[in-house]
């Protein structure tokens, strides 16, 4: 595929893609800051160590599994649209509620925050799916890559605005100014959102095949195994690195909020170029493997930063990965099934690869914790396991490459083009 033929297919998506992506920049915007500061609040306004944080952080992530494989099954059976738009607006109430009790005990916080999760993981296999159904395979990428420059421009925003917040009027208002962009986000797709999928009806025995289905399917278990141990290090991204720049270095708000906004806004810049060029050369496990050791270079150099340019440049060399793996991977999930599994298969992906998030913030923060040497020994940690996933994605090529393929060319995993055109929209 040509570079140009990449990017005028940018403007041939449908747009279902760029509606998503629009309801996705403005609930970025608003909910990415509480991600990226809830471990300072479990840190500064509970003054809880890092290992418990870590625990704290990890206990929800049963739930959003659990979710993220129901959510998956049922927009198979039921339809994508509900389960895309209406936990929106239950995320707005929730996130109003932590506002209004964010001190009030911890008891409190994990319970709103673990059923704000359950209605998140609900939400994504749907949208992932719907993008799948509407998107041929030959520009799955370059739809992924949309969805997520649309995203990352909200998280660009997100961290920064955090930083300011949480200076000016405190931690809380991060959570309304969440709840705010969630109702927006929610107003935007159950006015405009068209369904790409009316679901099939199956009796309780299929119903549990479905479930299943991604978990037998032997080429498709290998790639998850690897994309599980990827997770590992991505997440790393999350509260063990939240909490070294924010408690470990010291690094003021304003900083904090910027570094993490630079992710942001690299993204934006850089992924649709980088989206076009994995599209173009079609070698979608080797690049898989070469994100995965751009991450482990970045943690490296996270280490051995000391001062806010350099900070930067870790940070910048972290997104490069970010850049090539996070839409591929997408890309590679969507290429395993046709449009009556394609939920049940995000669903298993996101499932297993939200498991992973048990062990990373848990691994995380004991490795932070140990002592002067612990942020050398998670950094290193982090390096070692990125250079073995990326050997991993190499060993994958064959049966697994060969299935992507074949999905690429033969247009069996997306709906027809007369199914796009009808009333099914």
């Given at each position: 595929m040509s570079v140009l033929g990449?990017?005028?297919?940018?403007?041939?998506?449908?747009?279902?893609?760029?509606?998503?992506?629009?309801?996705?920049?403005?609930?970025?915007?608003?909910?990415?800051?509480?991600?990226?500061?809830?471990?300072?609040?479990?840190?500064n306004v509970y003054h809880l160590s890092y290992?418990?944080?870590?625990?704290?952080?990890?206990?929800?992530?049963p739930v959003s599994t659990l979710a993220f494989l129901a959510g998956g099954h049922l927009s198979d059976r039921l339809g994508r649209r509900p389960f895309a738009v209406y936990p929106s607006f239950a995320s707005a109430g929730l996130l109003t509620l932590l506002w209004l009790y964010l001190d009030h005990g911890?008891?409190?916080?994990?319970?709103?925050?673990?059923?704000?999760?359950?209605?998140?993981?609900?939400?994504?296999?749907?949208?992932?799916?719907?993008?799948?159904?509407?998107?041929?395979?030959?520009?799955?990428?370059?739809?992924?890559?949309?969805?997520?420059?649309?995203?990352?421009?909200?998280?660009?925003?997100?961290?920064?605005?955090?930083?300011?917040?949480?200076?000016?009027?405190g931690l809380p208002a991060l959570f309304l100014f969440a709840a705010i962009t969630s109702l927006i986000e929610g107003t935007i797709l159950i006015l405009l959102l068209r369904e790409s999928f009316q679901g099939t009806r199956a009796s309780r025995g299929e119903?549990?095949?479905?479930?299943?289905?991604?978990?037998?399917?032997?080429?498709?278990?290998?790639?998850?195994?690897?994309?599980?141990?990827?997770?590992?290090?991505?997440?790393?991204f999350g509260t063990p690195l939240s909490l070294f720049l924010g408690s470990v270095r010291g690094i003021p708000y304003s900083e904090f909020g910027l570094i993490y906004s630079l992710n942001g806004l690299l993204v934006v810049l850089l992924q649709l170029p980088i989206g076009r060029i994995v599209e173009r050369r079609h070698q979608y496990l080797?690049?898989?493997?070469?994100?995965?050791?751009?991450?482990?270079?970045?943690?490296?150099?996270?280490?051995?930063?000391?001062?806010?340019?350099?900070?930067?440049?870790?940070?910048?060399?972290?997104?490069?990965?970010?850049?090539?793996?996070?839409?591929?991977?997408?890309?590679?999930?969507?290429?395993?099934?046709?449009p009556e599994r394609r939920g049940s298969y995000f669903g298993a992906y996101?499932?297993?690869?939200?498991?992973?998030r048990v062990v990373a913030p848990v691994l995380g923060a004991l490795l932070l914790g140990l002592g002067s040497e612990g942020p050398t020994f998670l950094w290193g940690g982090m390096f070692a396991l990125a250079i073995a996933v990326a050997l991993g994605f190499l060993r994958l090529r064959g049966n697994a490459r060969r299935r992507v393929d074949d999905g690429a060319t033969s247009g069996g995993t997306v709906l027809a083009a007369d199914q796009l055109l009808s009333g099914r929209e």
């Open positions: 990449s990017r005028s297919a940018v403007f041939r998506l449908d747009r279902r893609v760029y509606l998503l992506g629009s309801a996705g920049l403005v609930r970025s915007i608003g909910r990415s800051a509480t991600f990226v500061f809830l471990p300072l609040v479990f840190a290992l418990y944080i870590g625990l704290l952080i990890a206990a929800i992530v911890i008891p409190i916080v994990m319970g709103l925050w673990a059923v704000n999760s359950l209605f998140g993981g609900l939400t994504r296999p749907a949208q992932s799916a719907m993008i799948g159904d509407v998107t041929r395979p030959e520009h799955a990428v370059t739809a992924f890559s949309v969805q997520r420059v649309f995203t990352n421009t909200g998280f660009a925003i997100s961290p920064a605005v955090g930083g300011i917040l949480a200076a000016t009027a119903a549990l095949g479905s479930v299943a289905a991604p978990f037998r399917d032997r080429p498709f278990l290998g790639l998850l195994v690897a994309l599980t141990a990827l997770a590992l290090v991505t997440n790393q080797g690049w898989m493997a070469a994100g995965t050791i751009s991450y482990g270079i970045a943690f490296l150099v996270f280490d051995a930063a000391g001062t806010f340019p350099l900070y930067l440049l870790a940070m910048g060399v972290l997104t490069l990965g970010e850049d090539i793996v996070s839409p591929t991977q997408q890309s590679l999930v969507a290429s395993f099934s046709g996101n499932a297993s690869t939200n498991a992973a």
